[in-house]
């Protein structure tokens, strides 16, 4: 019943069975120990392959207890293609059950406009988590990885959600001038568990680079997320790594 099946290569479909079983394992656990579970997603295709399963093969995810928030956002309305929100909304939400005031959308348009520093967009949603979440620390945050290494809206080479003390933050990506909202680097390390998916071709330069700056203080992003914790999860496809 979604439209289109999001379909990966033979190679990442083991990949994102094992992360559709790890949130599983994930919400549960949030959910048995307070009765709630908070997931951050990402934009892009990967996180609607990766719903896709969690939707027609794992019974019993508790959606009912779900908070489901953006990691990031582009500004423009939802209708338009390159809303993350909308994509979902149209991909996934009018299947999965999850209570519509449990659906937190980025607030990207304030007083008819999109993301306009006035308007803070941004400050309202970091209330919002701040209301909803224990020390603002969501139980899992899913995050892609653009081919140029960027991942939720922060690029590298850029400070914007590096520095500062801004849980949501504007930002702007370097090869297509679209404003966007991003939640900030440190607000995700603040997770319990940070998830990157990583799905896809012509990531192999970026995953290399990567790989081999582990230990040298890149200011890569999430390098600020301690792998060593089990808190940061890489699951990298084949396609990613070789092609
Ligand atoms: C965005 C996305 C972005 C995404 C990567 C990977 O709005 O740009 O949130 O961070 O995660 O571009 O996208 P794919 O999953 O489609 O490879």
Redesign the pocket.
Known sequence: IFLGNPMVSNWAEPLIQQLAQDIQTAAEEAVKNRGIFHLAL??????IALFHRLYKHHFGFPWKHTHLWM????CVPFTDTDS?FGSLERHLLQHVRIPYVNIHPMPVHKNQRLCDEEDKGTEEYALEISALLTNSSFDLVL?????DG????IFPGSQDGITGDKLVVLSE?PLKPTH?MSLSLPLINKAQKVAV????KG?HDIITLISRAENKPVRWPIFGVKPNSGQLVWYVDYDAMFR
Do not use: Q
């Not at 990402?42 to 996180?47: E, Q």
């Not at 995050?143 to 081919?147: A, D, K, W």
């Not at 960027?150 to 809206?153: C, D, G, K």
């Open positions: 990402s934009g892009g295709s990967s996180p990691v990031d956002e582009r993350n995050l892609g990885l653009g081919n960027h991942t939720a809206s990506s966007r998916l990583v799905l896809g990531k």
